[in-house]
């Protein structure tokens, strides 16, 4: 089975902190994935990477920054915490990009 | 560009009643279909899939057919149990600009009573 881990569960940061959210899977996956959940929102894409060193902006991407040095891990990284990302951020892998993704357990981010 | 359309919840019923949760997309070109199902506390996991019009996803009693036609791909259970009280979300990924990006629906969250 695809397995999808994200670094924590639950983290709680204080604004203006830099914060790094760590997502790693074990199947090789070419494509990865940072969305964040917010109720009545659903998953927004914040960004994505197709191959290592490469990414592309999704539809929310200002706030954050992503970085892919291997295969199996993509982080995505909160420069400068503020309250207004205090929300569900949900990693996810996919091989081809066509096909399904798979999602870690998310991680639930609280900026006070 | 692309986008999913899906019922507003929650949907609420009685154990072993028929459930229909409706999805409608707007995309370019041949997209392939999902639906990912998400329980308390956990992330998103495929539930079924469609690649192609008239496709057939099925899983756990749950089925969804590819409907071109109608660019729908409603997602059925003929006798839901407490167990499927869940967030379910459509989804598609076509080509837009050369890159395969999901699109997902808001959810939809069911709640089953016994």
């Known amino acids: 089975d695809v397995k999808v881990t994200q670094s924590s569960r639950y983290l709680v940061k204080r604004t203006g902190e830099k914060v790094f959210l760590e997502c790693v899977q074990d199947?090789?996956?070419?494509?990865m994935f940072w969305y964040r959940q917010d109720p009545g929102l659903g998953l927004r894409l914040i960004y994505f990477s197709y191959d290592v060193k490469m990414k592309e902006k999704g539809d929310i991407p200002e706030g954050y920054s992503v970085s892919r040095e291997k295969k199996e891990r993509f982080s995505l990284i909160l420069e400068s915490a503020s309250t207004n990302q205090t929300s569900m951020y949900l990693c996810?892998?996919?091989?081809?990009?066509?096909?399904?993704?798979?999602f870690g357990p998310g991680t639930r981010l609280t900026v006070t | 560009g692309d986008s999913v359309t899906q019922m507003e919840g929650p949907v609420t019923l009685s154990e072993e009643a028929f459930l229909t949760i409706n999805c409608t997309y707007t995309a370019t070109g041949y997209p392939s279909l999902f639906w990912y199902v998400q329980y308390p506390g956990e992330g998103l996991q495929l539930l079924l899939k469609?690649?192609?019009?008239?496709d057939k996803g099925s899983n756990k009693g749950f089925e969804a057919t590819y409907r071109k036609e109608t660019t729908s791909f409603h997602l059925e259970k003929g006798s839901v149990q407490v167990s499927d009280s869940a967030v379910y979300f459509c989804a598609l990924s076509s080509a837009s600009g050369g890159s395969y990006i999901p699109t997902f629906g808001r959810g939809t969250s069911l709640i089953v009573h016994p």
């Open positions: 199947m090789d996956h070419e494509n």
């Open positions: 469609a690649t192609k019009a008239d």
């Open positions: 996810a892998s996919s091989f081809p990009i066509r096909s399904e993704q798979y």
